[in-house]
Structure formats: C-alpha cells, structure tokens
C-alpha cells in the first residue's frame, strides 16, 4: 500500500456570520496517498474550497474549526501556529487557484513572483532563485523563457498565466498541490492542455494531488480517486471506476445524469438548491431534492455503507432494509458496463 | 516616448498661456485699485500713478505687454515695495516655503503609509477604529490650532525645539509637523481604502500561499497596489504645500511665499498675484507629467508601449 501523507477525519468548520454559525463542513474525513491524484467533486457551496483551504491553514478570518484532524505526515496542521503554517506553505503544500488572470501580482515581474518560494524556503540568493524560475518556466512550456520572465502579468495570455501559476506552485516541488478549479477559467482548448501539463509534472515531481472541480469531464482524465462532496459532507468516495460507472448516492446519480454523452439527447438537471447551511437539514441533506428519497432520509442521516474496499457512499439506499430501486437510465446503462469491466478483470486475475 | 514627452510639453505650454489669460483678465476684475490711500490722493496724483505702472492704457494692451515681458522672463515689478522685481520676490521666499512643504509631505506620506497600512492589515479590530480616528482628527482640527498647540507645549513647555523664525533645521520641524498632518491623515485614508481592497485580492492570497510572512505580503505585493491612488493625490498636494501657506508662515514667522501671495492679492498687486499664480501652475502641469511617469513605474500596465518592452 501507498504511503498516505495526508488525512482529514472528522474535519468540522463553521463560520460566524450576523446570521448565526454557517456549518460549512459537517463531518468530512479523506485521505490522500502518495503520488495519487484525489479529485473532491461538487457543486458552489458544497464546501470543496473550505476544504482545501484548510489543509494550507487559509481559512477566512470568520472560520472557525470546530473539530476534527488534518494529520500531515504525523503533524496535525490545525494545531500549528501561522509562523510553522508559514513554513509549510509553499514548500511542502502549494496551491494552484481558480482564475489566472488575477491570481498573478500585476506589478512584479514573473521571474521574482516564481523566485519569491525559492528564497522564502530554500534561502536562496536571488540570482540563483532565479535561474531556477528559469528552469521551471520551461518546464512547463512557456516558449522563450529567456526574454519572458522579465515580463509582467499582463503581458501574458490567460492559459500562460496559469502556467506560471503552476510554476510557482510547484517550484519548491512540494509534496501535496492543491488545485482549486484550475481550469474553470480557462477555454477548453487551453484546459486540455493545462490538464497534460498537470499530469506530465505529477510524474516529473512526485507529487500528490488533490483536484478541486464541478466538472465531471475533467475528474474523470486526471483523477485515481473520486470523493463527492455535498452540503459540507462528503457523501460517496471511491476510485474514478467507482464513481462514474457504479454510483450509489442519488446525488453522484444526478451529477452523473447531467453530464452531457455520446448518447444523450438531452441534458437532465437536479431539480432546487442546496439546503441552507445555517440551518443544515436532519437527515440526508439531499433528500429533499432527490427522487429517491425514503422517509428516514430526513429523519436520520445515512452513515457511510460500504460498497467495496475503497468504495464507500452515504446512503440509506445502501441499507439491507431498503427497497430495491432503479437509478436513472443512464446510471443502469454505466453499472452494466462496471460489471463487465470487473468480470473482465476477475477473469484476467 | 520622445514623441509622447515633446506632445506633453507642448500642451504644459498651452495650459500656462490658458492659465496666463484668464487670471489676467479675472485679476483686471477685481474692485479696487493698488494704492493704499487713494481716498487721500487726487485724481492728478492717480493719473500719474496710473501712468507710471502703465496702468492707464486699455486692458488687453497691458495684456500683451505683460505676456510679451513673461516670455523674456520678466514678470514686472511689485506695486508693494519700490523697485522691488516679482522675480526677485518670489526667488528670495520660494526656498523656504519650499523645504518646508517638501519636508511636511514627505513626513506625511511616509507616516501616513505606515498609519494606513497598519490599520489595512489589522481592519475592523481597535486598531483600525483609532486610526480611522487619528485621521479624522488629522483632517479636521485646523493646522493653526496644531501648530499653536506644538508651539505651547513642544516648544515652551518643553523646550525641545525652537518656537518660531527661521534658522536651522531645528527651527523646520514643528512647523513641518503642523504643515504635514493634513497629508498624513489623506495619504493613511488612501492607502487603507486601496489596501483593504488589495489585500482581499487573489494575488495576495497566493502571496500567503506561498508562504510569505505578513510583512513580506504588505511590503513586497500590497503596497505597491495601493499606492496609485495616493500618487494621484500626492502630486498637486505636494505643489500646493511647496508654494507657501499663509496660516503655517505667520504662526512661525517664517518667510516664505504663502503670505506674499495673500498680501498681493489684498492690495491689488497685480504682477505679484501674476507671479505667484504662474509659479502655481507651472509647479503643476510638471508635478502632473511627473505623475504620469510614475504611474508606470509603479503599474507596468500603464506603461506606455514602446516603454515597456
């Protein structure tokens, strides 16, 4: 088994607002071994960025963490002080952000903004921070660095810019990157080409990723593992297989379900809006919009049944007690494939 | 950029000659004439007089006459002191007005940078409220009300700086102090408004993602976001502190230009109120240039191209 370098248990977070405590994160437990790719799916305000921001201990002043772990190596990131989180970030967890065109400083040159880690956590002189802001700058393919890395932000294209956010994220080769969205922002051409680039520097630097998207399409290229986030829960985690082509939870069906196909016709949406946070729902924070819903979905909330090793999901679906139901066409026609890949595979074995 | 430089200079020319004409013919408007105790004179005295100082040919001659001396640099004589040159008046009282408005600015800039961005990086805790306080008290209580306070307490009480004249460097700081407040509480109000909105920026939370510390983030990223605003504000605040103030000079009995500049225009002393008005507006249309050539130091984006790269 893989070495694991990061897990979160039980992970609670709040934040304080006139309104009252927003429970933004409600019970959320992952892990991230080495060298694999974790992809943390949702839809807005499912609590994925909350997540992620507190692994680099970049929460909002008004979050509060009310519970829970996040053990990095065998040091738990929630009990250090700024100065050690200072110390942390950057070098042994980076993070790529959403939107490359105002993530970058628009009045510092991108060779000291790349060069800013090197100096920061390695001690490095300037001109040797630098040379090695060069050597990233090629590594992921900016053409011409030479001249380009006296340049400034603006000088630069949208999909170039999120290469030199990458650049900075992983120019101390950090264990774990954290990418927010990277490609939300960027045409889709330039995302694909953003997507290789990730994954070719993963295999160049060794490093973990924990990859932050609504975007079905994307995890399903980048990611070993899947985890499904919704209302601040986690509510179904497995491998990329798992997910996409046996789904158990209502929710994972309805993502899935709108996620355009080769075969689809037309595109089905999940019906409402996610619960008010301020006041989270008692049992199943999805019951009120899923077609599935049985009557103890809104009395008590569905501990996690297993599926298979790595395959878990929050559902009472998953129950013995409960009665059979057909998911959605789409679903049943992605579970046949799943059983013939795992036949295939049993025979192989 | 030479092209770009000879097109500004050219228009700095045009609003002087702009500037020039109107003041002239607004100044021409004004009640009363230059002698003190015309109700005493005689009409032949004032004919006299008037033809003297050339007073007696019509307006728009003594307009060309007054420009075509300009352009020779020759801004007349003052009516105030006999055979007194404009020129002379200004060059021997501009020095001292000026070490003191530069000093009271820089004073305030650099202490209402700190001021600011203290409050910025603390924003919505006690710190901020006393500073926003600070500056509201800056802004409000007149700097005579200041300056008399400095001279009281400073000055006699203590005895830590002389309380008036003019000498030494000594004798510059309480009257840079009183003269300096005023930008001190603007600049802070600037740079927290420019800085709150710049620290909340995605830039500076990848700064903290890198893991800078919080005065590396505020040194090395969010200042330098913040100051265009300010640069806007600094450029005509400093020409108008450099060219005297009344209030401040009389207080400290400094002599400078600021009272010249109110006296002449008391007694109707035209090429006096000429001189000064275009001292004014030169010292503006450069400081104004010289923004502009800040602006793209400090924000490559406004660099003009051809600059740039």
Same mark, same amino acid.
């Given at each position: 088994?893989?070495?694991?370098?990061?897990?979160?248990?039980?992970?609670?977070?709040?934040?304080?607002?006139?309104?009252?405590?927003?429970?933004?994160?409600?019970?959320?437990?992952?892990?991230?071994?080495?060298?694999?790719?974790?992809?943390?799916?949702?839809?807005?305000?499912?609590?994925?960025?909350?997540?992620?921001?507190?692994?680099?201990?970049?929460?909002?002043?008004?979050?509060?963490?009310?519970?829970?772990?996040?053990?990095?190596?065998?040091?738990?990131?929630?009990?250090?002080?700024?100065?050690?989180?200072?110390?942390?970030?950057?070098?042994?967890?980076?993070?790529?952000?959403?939107?490359?065109?105002?993530?970058?400083?628009?009045?510092?040159?991108?060779?000291?903004?790349?060069?800013?880690?090197?100096?920061?956590?390695?001690?490095?002189?300037?001109?040797?921070?630098?040379?090695?802001?060069?050597?990233?700058?090629?590594?992921?393919?900016?053409?011409?660095?030479?001249?380009?890395?006296?340049?400034?932000?603006?000088?630069?294209?949208?999909?170039?810019?999120?290469?030199?956010?990458?650049?900075?994220?992983?120019?101390?080769?950090?264990?774990?990157?954290?990418?927010?969205?990277?490609?939300?922002?960027?045409?889709?051409?330039?995302?694909?080409?953003?997507?290789?680039?990730?994954?070719?520097?993963?295999?160049?630097?060794?490093?973990?990723?924990?990859?932050?998207?609504?975007?079905?399409?994307?995890?399903?290229?980048?990611?070993?593992?899947?985890?499904?986030?919704?209302?601040?829960?986690?509510?179904?985690?497995?491998?990329?297989?798992?997910?996409?082509?046996?789904?158990?939870?209502?929710?994972?069906?309805?993502?899935?379900?709108?996620?355009?196909?080769?075969?689809?016709?037309?595109?089905?949406?999940?019906?409402?809006?996610?619960?008010?946070?301020?006041?989270?729902?008692?049992?199943?924070?999805?019951?009120?919009?899923?077609?599935?819903?049985?009557?103890?979905?809104?009395?008590?909330?569905?501990?996690?049944?297993?599926?298979?090793?790595?395959?878990?999901?929050?559902?009472?679906?998953?129950?013995?007690?409960?009665?059979?139901?057909?998911?959605?066409?789409?679903?049943?026609?992605?579970?046949?494939?799943?059983?013939?890949?795992?036949?295939?595979?049993?025979?192989?074995? | 950029?030479?092209?770009?430089?000879?097109?500004?200079?050219?228009?700095?020319?045009?609003?002087?000659?702009?500037?020039?004409?109107?003041?002239?013919?607004?100044?021409?408007?004004?009640?009363?004439?230059?002698?003190?105790?015309?109700?005493?004179?005689?009409?032949?005295?004032?004919?006299?007089?008037?033809?003297?100082?050339?007073?007696?040919?019509?307006?728009? %001659?003594?307009?060309?006459?007054?420009?075509? +001396?300009? !352009?020779? *640099?020759?801004?007349?004589? @003052? &009516?105030?002191?006999? $055979?007194?040159?404009?020129?002379?008046?200004?060059?021997?009282?501009?020095?001292?007005?000026?070490? %003191?408005?530069?000093?009271?600015?820089?004073? +305030?800039? !650099?202490? *209402?940078?700190?001021?600011? @961005? &203290?409050?910025?990086? $603390?924003?919505?805790?006690?710190?901020?409220?006393?500073?926003?306080?600070?500056?509201?008290?800056?802004?409000?209580?007149?700097?005579?009300?200041?300056?008399? !306070?400095?001279?009281?307490?400073?000055?006699?009480?203590?005895?830590?700086?002389?309380?008036?004249?003019?000498?030494?460097?000594?004798?510059?700081?309480?009257?840079?102090?009183?003269?300096?407040?005023?930008?001190?509480?603007?600049?802070?109000?600037?740079?927290?408004?420019?800085?709150?909105?710049?620290?909340?920026?995605?830039?500076?939370?990848?700064?903290?993602?890198?893991?800078?510390?919080?005065?590396?983030?505020?040194?090395?990223?969010?200042?330098?976001?913040?100051?265009?605003?300010?640069?806007?504000?600094?450029?005509?605040?400093?020409?108008?502190?450099?060219?005297?103030?009344?209030?401040?000079?009389?207080?400290?009995?400094?002599?400078?230009?600021?009272?010249?500049?109110?006296?002449?225009?008391?007694?109707?002393?035209?090429?006096?109120?000429?001189?000064?008005?275009?001292?004014?507006?030169?010292?503006?249309?450069?400081?104004?240039?010289?923004?502009?050539?800040?602006?793209?130091?400090?924000?490559?984006?406004?660099?003009?191209?051809?600059?740039?790269?």
């Amino acid at each position: 088994m893989a070495e694991r370098i990061l897990d979160v248990k039980n992970l609670e977070i709040n934040f304080h607002t006139y309104a009252g405590d927003v429970k933004a994160i409600r019970d959320v437990s992952f892990h991230l071994d080495k060298g694999e790719t974790l992809a943390i799916v949702g839809e807005s305000g499912s609590g994925k960025s909350v997540t992620t921001k507190s692994l680099m201990g970049l929460l909002a002043n008004n979050a509060e963490v009310v519970g829970g772990s996040i053990m990095y190596h065998d040091q738990d990131i929630l009990k250090k002080s700024e100065k050690e989180m200072q110390n942390i970030r950057g070098k042994d967890i980076a993070m790529i952000f959403q939107d490359p065109m105002t993530s970058l400083d628009p009045t510092m040159k991108i060779g000291q903004q790349i060069a800013e880690p090197l100096m920061k956590h390695k001690k490095m002189e300037k001109k040797k921070a630098w040379a090695q802001a060069l050597d990233i700058l090629k590594l992921v393919g900016i053409v011409n660095p030479e001249k380009r890395i006296n340049e400034y932000p603006h000088q630069f294209s949208g999909g170039m810019r999120q290469r030199i956010v990458i650049a900075i994220a992983l120019v101390c080769y950090p264990e774990i990157l954290i990418a927010d969205e990277p490609t939300t922002a960027l045409d889709v051409t330039i995302q694909a080409q953003i997507l290789d680039l990730m994954k070719e520097l993963q295999s160049k630097i060794e490093t973990s990723i924990i990859f932050i998207t609504h975007d079905l399409g994307v995890v399903a290229g980048m990611a070993d593992r899947v985890a499904v986030m919704y209302a601040g829960k986690i509510v179904e985690y497995g491998t990329v297989d798992e997910i996409f082509y046996n789904p158990q939870h209502p929710y994972t069906w309805g993502l899935l379900n709108s996620m355009p196909t080769l075969s689809s016709t037309s595109l089905e949406a999940i019906p409402g809006t996610p619960p008010d946070l301020l006041d989270p729902p008692k049992g199943d924070a999805f019951a009120a919009r899923s077609a599935y819903a049985m009557k103890i979905d809104v009395e008590k909330e569905p501990p996690f049944f297993k599926v298979s090793d790595t395959h878990y999901a929050a559902t009472w679906l998953l129950h013995p007690d409960a009665p059979k139901v057909t998911p959605p066409t789409e679903i049943v026609r992605r579970q046949k494939l799943f059983a013939k890949m795992s036949a295939n595979k049993s025979v192989k074995a | 950029m030479r092209k770009y430089l000879l097109k500004r200079v050219f228009y700095m020319l045009l609003t002087l000659f702009l500037v020039a004409t109107i003041t002239f013919f607004l100044m021409k408007l004004m009640p009363g004439t230059p002698y003190s105790n015309q109700e005493k004179m005689t009409p032949q005295q004032i004919k006299i007089m008037n033809e003297q100082y050339g007073l007696n040919k019509p307006v728009w %001659l003594q307009y060309l006459i007054y420009l075509g +001396g300009m !352009l020779h *640099g020759d801004l007349g004589t @003052s &009516f105030q002191y006999s $055979n007194q040159p404009v020129s002379y008046l200004i060059s021997s009282r501009i020095g001292a007005s000026a070490q %003191l408005g530069l000093q009271a600015m820089i004073f +305030g800039v !650099l202490v *209402g940078i700190i001021i600011g @961005s &203290f409050a910025a990086i $603390n924003r919505n805790t006690w710190i901020d409220t006393l500073c926003t306080i600070l500056s509201i008290i800056g802004k409000s209580v007149p700097n005579f009300v200041l300056a008399v !306070l400095l001279q009281f307490y400073i000055a006699l009480k203590l005895g830590w700086f002389p309380i008036a004249d003019w000498g030494g460097f000594s004798y510059t700081v309480l009257p840079t102090i009183a003269l300096g407040v005023g930008p001190l509480a603007e600049t802070a109000r600037f740079i927290r408004t420019g800085m709150v909105d710049v620290l909340n920026s995605d830039y500076i939370e990848l700064a903290r993602a890198k893991g800078l510390t919080k005065f590396g983030i505020v040194y090395h990223h969010a200042l330098r976001n913040s100051l265009i605003p300010l640069v806007t504000l600094i450029g005509p605040y400093t020409v108008a502190l450099m060219t005297g103030s009344m209030v401040i000079e009389n207080i400290f009995s400094i002599p400078g230009i600021g009272e010249q500049f109110v006296k002449s225009i008391t007694t109707n002393d035209y090429p006096t109120i000429m001189g000064v008005t275009m001292l004014f507006s030169a010292g503006l249309v450069v400081v104004i240039l010289l923004t502009d050539i800040v602006y793209g130091i400090i924000d490559p984006r406004i660099r003009l191209s051809g600059n740039g790269d």
